[in-house]
């Protein structure tokens, strides 16, 4: 197909050495008239091209340290997810109210197109909740018809936080519907970042929670912070006073059976109609079962047949007790939960981290594990740290091989690093942090720079194989090769650009791989033409005046 559409070129153009080439647009009759003296100048000068290659190196590597770090950008789903915690006391029908109130202020919001929610355990339990707990959807309309289209999304949560504080006796967190259970499916918990406190303890294991919530409290970016409902269950209570009961010839089974009969029943007999039969079963009603006066006055008949009211030989009393009991590994655990917003969350964890270590004075057994989505950004890096070092080292040996040489291998080798340069100042330009989408751009760029400076290399051999010397091979190479550099490069560029300045769904993940790509390439490019041909001229200069000694 290419035999029969592609023509010869009508016009040749010959060069001072008289050599031929196809014609040439204008646009890189331009690219050349700035290019290849800027090449010359560099060859001529390769002491200055090594110094302003390592500055940039130590430059892009001074700004790849200042990156934040995320494990992958956050997506925005549109809608808003809402959580809304009462007092572990509340009942079902009591945070329906409160939640039904809660609705009816957020529904308000101009920007709100409706809003539902789930309130404690459904039939099926694939959730499970107390009481207390309400999950919420808010679904926003389209942002055409906003009041203020432009407005941030985290502007409108701060609102909607403002509006839900009014309503006493809930606390809050907002995320979105699908990131909010995938930090469950992670670590169990609804948030970005879940600080785990390990302990035996409770009284000692609560003091050491609050400690690192207000240290989470302090760190700015924090938002939602909260520590887990452990306690405040009412919890009715009835202690048998063995001595008392003892006077009376009375053990303390004698109590409790009493007690067990008054609250949970006690079968009395059974009523037959017909084939089938009934348990009949005696117990307090439901208002006296939960009246500690009606309680106190149980009879209980002695062995000598007095009857005395249960209160004289028990102390019955309602207070708060543990709501919930959490373990893992077999170790009590008790959970501080906080979002992040505004900042990225390696940097947000690094300095939590530091201010925990300094504030917090964990006694001694208890420890502290970070998790949530913290998780996920350690072990991305941890597996990068693991595979980038391999696949440099392949790379190494593919050029080895393609080229038989260590030396041009290595020069090769070296618009990697260079190349990285300009995806390290275009994130920090736009203040995106490192995250894996990002790390997938670097990778990108890596290939296309070990692709362009193979393509470089091969040219300057051929010219110093067909007598050329060291300088004037590394000058006609890079200008043979000029067209396929620039090709390369702009193709990924302009590809890339649609990415860099999206703003619809997904766009978030779209942006860093992007922007990457497109400042990547730009300094690999540059780089490539000047340096490597200064490297290489150098290079084989050294190499055949050591042979002709």
């Given at each position: 197909?290419t ?7 009508k ?15 204008a ?6 008239r700035?290019?290849?003296?800027a ?16 500055a940039m ?25 809402m ?12 945070s ?10 957020i ?6 197109k ?9 039939e099926?339990?694939?959730d ?12 926003l ?26 309503q ?6 907002f ?8 930090n469950?499916?992670?670590?169990g918990?609804?948030?970005?970042l ?6 035996d303890?409770?009284?000692q294991?609560?003091a050491?929670?609050d ?48 007690v067990?009969?008054?609250i ?20 307090l ?22 009857t ?14 543990q ?19 505004g900042r ?28 949530g ?15 980038i ?17 260590i030396?041009?291998?290595?020069l ?13 100042f275009?994130?920090?330009?736009r ?14 760029v890596?290939?296309v720079a ?30 043979s090769?000029?067209r396929?550099?620039l090709?390369?490069?702009l ?12 703003s ?6 779209q ?9 990547g ?13 200064t490297f ?14």
């Amino acid at each position: 197909m290419t035999a029969l559409l592609v023509r010869d070129p009508k016009k040749v153009e010959v060069d001072e050495n008289g050599h031929a080439h196809e014609h040439e647009t204008a646009i890189l009759r331009f690219a050349r008239r700035w290019i290849e003296p800027a090449i010359r100048r560099a060859v001529d000068s390769p002491k200055i091209v090594i110094i302003s290659a390592c500055a940039m190196l130590l430059a892009g590597t001074l700004a790849f340290m200042s990156l934040g770090r995320e494990f992958i950008p956050t997506l925005d789903e549109g809608d808003v997810a809402m959580q809304a915690l009462r007092v572990p006391s509340a009942s079902l029908d009591q945070s329906l109210a409160m939640q039904m109130a809660l609705e009816r202020a957020i529904k308000a919001q101009p920007e709100v197109k409706t809003i539902f929610s789930r309130t404690g355990t459904a039939e099926a339990a694939v959730d499970p909740m107390p009481p207390n707990i309400s999950d919420a959807v808010i679904i926003l309309k389209p942002r055409k018809e906003w009041p203020n289209p432009k407005l941030p999304k985290e502007e409108l949560i701060a609102r909607f936080e403002e509006v839900a504080s009014r309503q006493l006796g809930n606390s809050f967190e907002f995320s979105q519907p699908i990131e909010l259970r995938f930090n469950e499916l992670i670590s169990g918990v609804r948030t970005d970042l879940a600080v785990m406190v390990y302990g035996d303890d409770f009284t000692q294991l609560q003091a050491a929670a609050d400690q690192v919530a207000n240290a989470l409290r302090a760190t700015t970016g924090a938002a939602d912070f909260r520590v887990e409902q452990v306690s405040g269950l009412p919890t009715l209570t009835v202690a048998i006073d063995r001595f008392a009961a003892a006077s009376f010839s009375l053990s303390a089974g004698d109590v409790s059976d009493a007690v067990s009969t008054a609250i949970g029943g006690t079968e009395a007999g059974q009523i037959f109609e017909g084939d089938r039969s009934f348990n009949v079963v005696v117990r307090l009603n439901d208002e006296e079962r939960n009246d500690p006066a009606a309680l106190a006055a149980i009879p209980i008949t002695t062995a000598n047949g007095v009857t005395i009211p249960l209160s004289t030989v028990a102390r019955i009393q309602v207070k708060g007790g543990q709501n919930q009991i959490s373990r893992n590994d077999g170790s009590r655990r008790m959970v501080v939960q906080a979002n992040v917003r505004g900042r990225d969350l390696g940097e947000f964890v690094t300095d939590a981290q530091k201010r925990v270590a300094k504030d917090v004075q964990l006694p001694t057994g208890y420890s502290l594990k970070w998790g949530g989505q913290f998780e996920n950004l350690k072990r991305a890096e941890q597996r990068l740290g693991l595979v980038i070092p391999v696949v440099l080292v392949l790379i190494g040996i593919i050029l080895f091989v393609a080229l038989g040489s260590i030396a041009e291998a290595g020069l090769v080798f070296a618009c990697v690093p260079l190349a990285l340069v300009g995806g390290a100042f275009t994130l920090l330009l736009r203040g995106m942090p490192f995250s894996v989408s990002a790390a997938v751009g670097f990778i990108a760029v890596s290939g296309v720079a070990t692709l362009n400076g193979l393509v470089l290399m091969q040219a300057i051999r051929e010219r110093l194989q067909s007598g050329h010397t060291p300088p004037d091979a590394a000058l006609y190479g890079a200008f043979s090769r000029l067209r396929a550099v620039l090709t390369t490069a702009l193709v990924a560029i302009v590809g890339f650009i649609p990415m860099a300045i999206a703003s619809g769904a997904g766009a978030e993940v779209q942006k860093p791989l992007a922007t990457v790509v497109i400042g990547g390439l730009i300094t690999a490019t540059a780089l490539t033409l000047l340096v490597l041909p200064t490297f290489a001229a150098r290079t084989m200069k050294r190499r055949s005046e050591l042979t002709e000694d």
